[in-house]
């Protein structure tokens, strides 16, 4: 039987690889700082984080495979640093035991944050990496150095695929990671400004699927993005008031504002109230440069396919629903 270590396997994304994994009959080993929300009996639970190496090691024992999921997502922290300590040195840390030990596959799961366009000025058409400098602030940047190890790790000759999910949503997001945060948030008024950009929303099951797929047949130091339905932010702000009922007014403004508010909003985050703001501007950043985004590779070379992400834009908002109230 196929052993199997999943980091990050009690966050949104990870608890359904967990229970896709399961159902496949593979023997699978959990690390994560934080419990499951809901566990399997048939999982080995490791409570711990991805920068111990000494705990790594011990997981990675009789290992065949590892699925790299761990890492600090969205915009904001109260120490920036944490970025790139728990996202590339963290990566660093797993990718370095796991070669140790001999893992027969390896996935690290990225972020398509990191895969917006350069401005038309540079001639370049493909949604080619730019440099960590390039990105828009240190949660990208991390994610990218992080990245950047996975590939140098595969043309070292270690079998590295990436797995790319663009934004997931549906059920059981207890954390709120930043899309469901993004829904809550414009659920949470009457009227609020938004910045109208491309947003690409999959059902997280899917990402799921998807994920297993990469690790089954995926190539050697490849990427592949597994993303859903691109969709303006016009469109999902209409569901939000369908959906919500009552009546909302969202408003549309310039980028300029945008950034200016998320500045704004950011800084008192930081210095004042230590909460997450309801916008970054590494966020706004990245919607400014946000492009439709395609899973043809995906499709064409694993046999991925994603379901209309509708129903389950659906089932998030009505899960919010509850949840606000």
Same mark, same amino acid.
């Given at each position: 039987?196929?052993?199997?270590? $999943?980091?990050?396997?009690?966050?949104?994304?990870?608890?359904?690889?967990?229970?896709?994994?399961?159902?496949?009959?593979?023997?699978?080993?959990?690390?994560? +700082?934080?419990?499951?929300?809901?566990?399997?009996?048939?999982?080995?639970?490791?409570?711990?984080?991805?920068?111990?190496?000494?705990?790594?090691?011990?997981?990675?024992?009789?290992?065949?495979?590892?699925?790299?999921?761990?890492?600090?997502?969205?915009?904001?922290?109260?120490?920036?640093?944490? &970025?790139?300590?728990?996202?590339?040195?963290?990566?660093?840390? $797993? +990718?370095?035991?796991?070669?140790?030990?001999?893992?027969?596959?390896? #996935?690290?799961?990225?972020?398509?944050?990191?895969?917006?366009?350069?401005?038309?000025?540079?001639?370049?058409?493909?949604?080619?990496?730019?440099?960590?400098?390039?990105?828009? %602030?240190?949660?990208?940047?991390?994610?990218?150095?992080?990245?950047?190890?996975?590939?140098?790790?595969?043309?070292?000759?270690?079998?590295?695929?990436?797995?790319?999910?663009?934004?997931?949503?549906?059920?059981?997001?207890?954390?709120?990671?930043?899309?469901?945060?993004? @829904?809550?948030?414009?659920?949470?008024?009457? &009227?609020?400004?938004? #910045?109208? &950009?491309?947003?690409?929303?999959?059902?997280?099951?899917?990402?799921?699927?998807? @994920?297993?797929?990469?690790?089954?047949?995926?190539?050697?130091?490849?990427?592949?993005?597994?993303?859903?339905?691109?969709?303006?932010?016009?469109? +999902?702000? %209409?569901?939000?008031?369908?959906?919500? %009922?009552?009546?909302?007014?969202?408003?549309?403004?310039?980028?300029?504002?945008?950034?200016?508010?998320?500045?704004? #909003?950011?800084?008192?985050?930081?210095?004042?109230?230590?909460?997450?703001?309801?916008?970054?501007?590494?966020? $706004?950043?990245?919607?400014?440069?946000?492009?439709?985004?395609?899973?043809?590779?995906?499709?064409?070379? @694993?046999?991925?396919?994603?379901?209309?992400?509708?129903?389950?834009?659906?089932?998030?908002?009505?899960?919010?629903?509850? &949840?606000?109230?």
């Amino acid at each position: 039987m196929t052993k199997i270590l $999943v980091t990050g396997g009690s966050g949104f994304i990870g608890q359904h690889l967990v229970s896709t994994l399961v159902g496949r009959g593979r023997q699978v080993r959990v690390l994560d +700082i934080r419990p499951p929300m809901f566990a399997l009996p048939e999982v080995d639970y490791v409570a711990g984080s991805v920068l111990d190496p000494s705990l790594i090691d011990v997981c990675l024992r009789d290992v065949d495979q590892v699925y790299h999921l761990a890492g600090l997502p969205g915009m904001w922290a109260r120490t920036k640093t944490d &970025f790139h300590a728990v996202n590339c040195r963290g990566t660093k840390i $797993v +990718i370095s035991a796991a070669r140790k030990r001999g893992v027969a596959r390896f #996935l690290h799961c990225s972020t398509e944050s990191i895969l917006f366009r350069r401005p038309p000025s540079d001639d370049v058409v493909e949604d080619s990496l730019l440099t960590a400098r390039d990105m828009p %602030g240190p949660y990208t940047r991390s994610k990218m150095l992080a990245e950047q190890l996975a590939l140098q790790a595969a043309r070292s000759g270690f079998p590295v695929v990436i797995g790319t999910p663009t934004m997931p949503i549906g059920p059981h997001d207890h954390n709120l990671t930043p899309p469901t945060a993004m @829904l809550r948030h414009f659920l949470g008024g009457r &009227f609020q400004l938004y #910045l109208d &950009f491309i947003v690409n929303l999959v059902d997280v099951r899917d990402v799921a699927a998807g @994920l297993v797929l990469a690790m089954e047949r995926g190539q050697a130091g490849h990427r592949y993005l597994l993303g859903g339905e691109s969709i303006p932010l016009k469109k +999902i702000l %209409g569901l939000v008031t369908a959906i919500g %009922g009552g009546s909302r007014l969202h408003m549309p403004v310039p980028g300029g504002v945008a950034k200016a508010a998320a500045a704004v #909003l950011e800084f008192i985050s930081d210095h004042v109230t230590r909460r997450p703001p309801s916008g970054t501007a590494e966020g $706004v950043r990245i919607a400014l440069r946000a492009t439709d985004l395609s899973s043809k590779k995906a499709e064409r070379e @694993l046999g991925y396919t994603a379901r209309p992400v509708e129903p389950a834009l659906r089932d998030t908002l009505t899960y919010l629903l509850g &949840f606000k109230h």
